[in-house]
């Protein structure tokens, strides 16, 4: 068996593959007032691990860590990610999503390209889904 050669250069790629800190960070003004204006009105539902992949066309970006899939203006599903996914609130990269079935569920990886490169970015795990549905007394 050979033994393993660390050098200067390898110990601090190494260091830098430890585990990130997935504590979400706190939504600026601008995320916190989109998330409220995307909820208003409605009330959370007990939250299910898998929604049909059709359900993904209309999908807001509010922040690093959440996603909201929009149904209807009566039905919005909110994903809070399972870590944290750099960039994704910029908007400026193609999600692509990587699943498994014809549903999006918990644990599907979603990845960031980089729209004039092509080069990817981040990966991201998804997680479970938590309808908002309009309030029925609400008009």
């Known amino acids: 068996m050979r033994p393993i ?4 250069f390898t110990l601090p790629l190494l260091a830098s593959c430890g585990q990130m800190d997935s504590t979400p ?5 601008k995320q ?18 898998c929604i049909s992949d ?5 999908v807001i970006r509010v922040s690093d860590d959440i996603l909201l899939y929009r149904v209807s203006g009566n039905l ?3 994903n809070n990610l399972r870590s944290s996914c750099p960039g994704l609130a910029r908007d400026d990269d193609i999600i692509v999503s990587e699943q ?5 569920c918990r644990g599907d990886l979603l990845r960031l390209v980089d729209r ?3 080069i990817s970015g981040p990966v991201c795990s ?14």
């Open 76 to 78: 919005v599903y909110k």
């Open 116 to 118: 004039t490169s092509g």
């Open 126 to 139: 998804l997680g479970e889904f938590v309808p908002y549905r309009k309030d029925k007394s609400a008009g």
């Open 25 to 29: 960070k706190p939504l600026t003004e």
């Open 5 to 8: 050669i660390l050098t200067a």
């Open 32 to 49: 916190a007032a989109l998330l409220a204006k995307e909820l208003d009105g409605k009330t959370a539902g007990k939250p299910v691990s």
């Open 100 to 104: 498994f079935s014809s549903q999006k």
């Open 54 to 58: 059709f359900l993904g066309t209309n």
